[in-house]
């Protein structure tokens, strides 16, 4: 998953969107070449029996709404933080651990 987004987005700064060229920078270049090596070259971390692996997000979340009467809109962001922890055995019980969003 990580070498295909490194992929696209140096295809998208290379080639550029719906076939126009120019966008990246020889420096902006190098760097998205190098974070696609880096991607191609990863590995999953071993998760040995009786470990967990964590994954965590941090997100935020726009709502917003519109008065059917007036007209006028209205707009708030949430923050978010998640853990999932999935055991070695991922036929045992995983975590999911979810704070209230935060507004």
Same mark, same amino acid.
């Given at each position: 998953?990580? +070498?295909? /987004?490194? *992929?696209?987005? $140096?295809?998208?700064?290379?080639?550029?969107? !719906?076939?126009?060229?120019?966008?990246?920078?020889?420096?902006?270049?190098?760097?998205?070449?190098?974070?696609?090596?880096?991607?191609?070259?990863?590995?999953?971390?071993?998760?040995?029996?009786?470990?967990? +692996?964590? /994954?965590? *997000?941090?997100? $935020?979340?726009?709502?917003?709404?519109?008065? !059917?009467?007036?007209?006028?809109?209205?707009?708030?962001?949430?923050?978010?933080?998640?853990?999932?922890?999935?055991?070695?055995?991922?036929?045992?019980?995983?975590?999911?651990?979810?704070?209230?969003?935060?507004?």
């Amino acid at each position: 998953m990580a +070498l295909g /987004l490194a *992929t696209v987005l $140096v295809l998208t700064n290379v080639v550029g969107l !719906a076939g126009w060229r120019g966008g990246a920078s020889p420096a902006a270049a190098s760097v998205l070449h190098a974070a696609a090596d880096i991607a191609a070259h990863a590995s999953d971390p071993v998760v040995e029996p009786g470990q967990y +692996l964590e /994954l965590s *997000t941090t997100a $935020v979340y726009a709502t917003y709404s519109t008065d !059917a009467s007036s007209g006028s809109s209205m707009g708030f962001l949430q923050s978010s933080d998640e853990q999932i922890y999935i055991p070695a055995d991922r036929s045992k019980t995983w975590i999911w651990v979810r704070s209230p969003r935060a507004t």
